[in-house]
């Protein structure tokens, strides 16, 4: 890795880029507000977020405390949207007469479509984009100078080791037998999280974040299965006369459930493998340039100690 990287830029340029690709996915879906529409949407939210909380240190919590909760509101509107969707596409499925299910969700989905899109046409009337650009360009000039100090490199090299110890303890839980879809759909959400984050830091990681960022995908599209079909089946049950199709969806659920397994036990079992992968998207000091002691503002400070004990529970093979 190269140590020349502005750490002040970087996060300007990162959050300004995802900001953009926010504004983006607002207009188009106010335009079109089909599922694909309200995924990317989510997503957009999520990513933008993401590179927020990455760099927590930078963005001060009054800079983004309100900007998140106008956010929370729209993403909790959308995830409303995508789960009514997620049904759909299980009912189009499904084997037997459940059109009667099927028109009572439609209904559903175009109130809380509405909803959503009168949530982001205030977005664009408050002309939030630009509003928040320009605060967060002021947070950053706060901390011009303190930024100069940070080592981007050290920075990512901590955060996603820290990660990925996580990601492996996660997955190998989920993995277990008899594990009850809500864990896999928590460790769904830490997969994210993991996946967005390389994303941030993927010019910083080269070759060995790419690699991440594509395990992390696989088994990100993995868990997505089980949490369809566990959504599907929350959305589906209330129904009056959906048992027969509820049951379906349960065995499809579970089905999916034992394929996360076998992918994890196959991908991730080899705990060798594991401790070689995280030494990998680690930072050694050696390649690192020195800095004067009290000057690092590096997460080192503040997650030392839980990465110590982190060391101390790899991955174990299931």
Wanted: hydrophobic fraction near 40%; charge should be positive; charged fraction near 30%.
């Amino acid at each position: 890795m190269a140590s020349s990287i502005d750490t002040r830029k970087f996060a300007r340029e990162q959050a300004g880029r995802l900001l953009g690709r926010l504004a983006y996915q607002v207009n188009h879906t106010i335009k079109s507000h089909d599922s694909a529409a309200v995924h990317d949407l989510r997503g957009a939210i999520r990513r933008y977020t993401r590179v927020l909380k990455v760099f927590s240190t930078t963005f001060e919590v009054k800079d983004t405390r309100k900007l998140w909760r106008r956010l929370k509101r729209v993403l909790e509107l959308a995830r409303e949207v995508g789960r009514l969707d997620v049904a759909l596409k299980a009912l189009a499925k499904a084997p037997g007469d459940v059109s009667a299910v099927r028109g009572k969700i439609q209904a559903r989905r175009k109130e809380a479509a509405r909803d959503l899109v009168a949530a982001l046409k205030r977005w664009m009337d408050r002309k939030s984009s630009v509003k928040w650009r320009t605060a967060l360009d002021v947070a950053l000039m706060r901390k011009s100078e303190a930024l100069r100090a940070v080592s981007l490199e050290r920075m990512a090299g901590e955060v996603l080791e820290s990660m990925a110890r996580d990601f492996f303890h996660g997955g190998n839980e989920a993995a277990a037998a008899k594990t009850a879809p809500e864990v896999l759909e928590a460790f769904g959400v830490g997969c994210r999280k993991f996946r967005y984050t390389l994303e941030v830091f993927a010019t910083v990681t080269g070759g060995d974040g790419r690699l991440w960022l594509e395990r992390a995908h696989a088994t990100q599209v993995m868990l997505g299965k089980v949490r369809d079909w566990s959504i599907a089946e929350a959305v589906i049950s209330p129904h009056k006369g959906a048992e027969d199709v509820s049951a379906w969806v349960k065995k499809r659920c579970r089905k999916q459930c034992d394929e996360f397994r076998h992918y994890w036990r196959k991908e991730f079992g080899d705990a060798r493998s594991v401790r070689a992968w995280i030494s990998a998207l680690g930072v050694a000091e050696s390649r690192l340039p020195k800095k004067p002691a009290g000057r690092s503002m590096s997460v080192s400070s503040r997650g030392g100690a839980a990465q110590g004990r982190e060391k101390a529970a790899l991955p174990r093979s299931r």
